[in-house]
């Protein structure tokens, strides 16, 4: 059974703090995501990542995939309200289905 | 264009009560998949389809069947309800998984079996 490890699973912080989610695994991914869930509602794609070692950055928000492709981070610059909710990495292995990470539940104070 | 929608949004079951989960995609998806959700576990696939008539099974599918007669359609099944079932249901779908398998969520089903 493929795995993908995240942490730290909860994080709770004060609006403009700094922050850094991970995603791990011992496989390798052809392609990894990250999504955001915000409650009552479905995960929304935020970003996706195929080549080891690439950085996107989605405006407060860096993603680097791991240059061996096992791993990725999610980092948030100066963290806002409305960056609270449920973040999943997905991981693909060269099949047609996705395994999803155990989330990081992420809560912003003002 | 409404995305992927779920039918119902809540149900309560008693146990060994059956019920079936509508998902319905207007974005000509080709691959629909059914997932559950619980705390601390993440998502967790049930069972997909990669094309109008296909079924396969995913991580967890003990308990449900699935059918996709309607390549709009995927629809989950349970025909014995367990308090184990208990859980959100997602269904999701992607239009070709190709090398990026990105898939877009409908808004869920939370579902109690007493």
């Known amino acids: 059974t493929q795995l993908l490890e995240q942490s730290p699973q909860f994080l709770s912080i004060q609006e403009g703090e700094n922050l850094t989610v991970y995603c791990n695994s011992s496989?390798?991914?052809?392609?990894l995501q990250w999504y955001r869930q915000e409650p009552g509602e479905g995960p929304v794609l935020l970003v996706t990542?195929?080549?080891?070692?690439e950085v996107k950055k989605l405006k407060r928000l860096t993603f680097q995939f791991g240059d061996a492709r096992k791993d990725s981070s999610l980092h948030i610059t100066a963290a806002q309200t409305g960056d609270t909710g449920l973040y999943l990495c997905?991981?693909?292995?060269?099949?047609?289905?996705?395994?999803f990470g155990t989330g990081t539940r992420l809560q912003v104070f003002p | 264009n409404a995305g992927v929608t779920q039918t119902p949004k809540f149900r309560v079951l008693k146990t060994g009560q059956s019920m079936t989960l509508l998902c319905a995609q207007d974005?000509?998806?080709?691959?629909m998949y059914w997932y559950r959700q619980d705390p601390g576990m993440g998502l967790r696939l049930i069972h997909y389809?990669?094309?109008?008539?296909?079924?396969a099974k995913g991580e967890v599918p003990d308990g449900y069947n699935v059918s996709r007669l309607k390549k709009q359609n995927f629809l989950l099944g349970l025909e014995s309800a367990a308090p184990s079932q208990t859980s959100v249901y997602f269904c999701?779908?992607?239009?070709?998984?190709?090398?990026?398998?990105?898939?877009?969520f409908g808004p869920g089903t939370r579902l109690t079996v007493t």
């Open positions: 389809s990669v094309g109008e008539g296909t079924t």
């Open positions: 997905a991981g693909a292995y060269n099949t047609d289905k996705l395994i």
């Open positions: 990542v195929v080549t080891g070692g």
């Open positions: 496989s390798v991914f052809s392609s």
């Open positions: 999701a779908s992607s239009y070709w998984p190709g090398y990026y398998y990105e898939q877009y």
């Open positions: 974005m000509n998806h080709e691959y």
